[in-house]
């Protein structure tokens, strides 16, 4: 995120944290990836998985912890990554679980999708 020019512009004044979780990966996982920015530049990024179904299934989300946690099965993430559907539609996709508040989360609409297009442009094999 840092080296992109265009999530750089358009995450300037964002200062939050993001938590996504996939969960049952075809390697049998749930995984959570946090990310953390400060002013637009990623300073934290922690990553964790455990066999499927986890324990972090069932973690509260702590709303004074992250702007955001995000849950979706593998197969929607790799739709959203390659292009297939877009944050929005994901958003309002009944396999994608959003906590947090709704109206702090659409304020950063733009954020997540630049976000959205620096993880689709990784080479990655699904």
């Known amino acids: 995120f840092n080296r992109s020019d265009r999530f750089q512009r358009a995450a300037k004044s964002?200062?939050?944290?993001l938590i996504l979780r996939c969960l049952d990966t075809p390697d049998g996982k749930d995984c959570?990836?946090?990310?953390?920015?400060?002013?637009?530049?990623?300073?934290?990024?922690?990553?964790?998985?455990?066999?499927?179904?986890?324990?972090?299934?069932r973690q509260p989300f702590d709303k004074g912890?992250?702007?955001?946690?995000?849950?979706?099965?593998?197969?929607?993430?790799?739709?959203?990554?390659?292009g297939e559907i877009n944050v929005a539609q994901a958003l309002v996709s009944p396999s994608y679980q959003v906590e947090g508040s709704k109206l702090k989360i659409m304020r950063?609409?733009?954020?997540?999708?630049?976000m959205n297009a620096v993880v689709a442009g990784i080479p990655k094999s699904y």
């Open 14 to 17: 964002f200062s939050e944290t």
């Open 32 to 57: 959570t990836a946090t990310f953390t920015f400060e002013r637009g530049r990623c300073v934290r990024h922690t990553y964790a998985e455990a066999d499927a179904p986890s324990a972090m299934r």
């Open 65 to 82: 912890q992250a702007l955001a946690r995000s849950t979706a099965p593998y197969e929607l993430w790799v739709r959203l990554d390659r």
């Open 108 to 114: 950063h609409v733009g954020v997540l999708t630049a």
